[in-house]
């Protein structure tokens, strides 16, 4: 998906969303958030791939954009297609603002919508 503006079009879907980018919009998230179906996807690979000043707003934005899904009760799954453990997951979302138990939650959700 290219923008999060598109995403209250799949909001009655039980779809995952994967956006390229992670932009501040409080509008779209809330609406996503109303039905509990649909599911942003959150690519850690973006951040483990990435250097320096890249890697420091990928973080940024992830961590604004979490924060946005944690407010508004925004249903967001973590992953990542490197070999990853389970627990390294849950702490790479400890660095984006997360709880370890919505770490583990986040990394539950992947298998529930797969």
Do not use: W
Request: net charge positive; with cysteine; charged share 30%.
């Amino acid at each position: 998906m290219n923008s999060i503006e598109e995403a209250p079009k799949h909001r009655n879907k039980k779809v995952l969303l994967l956006l390229k980018n992670y932009t501040y919009d409080e509008g779209s998230v809330k609406l996503v958030a109303e039905k509990k179906k649909a599911c942003f996807l959150i690519d850690l690979d973006r951040i483990i791939n990435s250097k320096g000043l890249q890697r420091a707003l990928e973080l940024s934005r992830m961590r604004t954009f979490l924060g946005l899904c944690n407010r508004f009760g925004a249903f967001y799954a973590l992953k990542s297609e490197s070999d990853r453990s389970e627990e390294e997951l849950i702490n790479i979302g400890l660095l984006l603002g997360l709880n370890r138990g919505q770490g583990k939650f986040a990394v539950k959700m992947l298998e529930h919508y797969i």
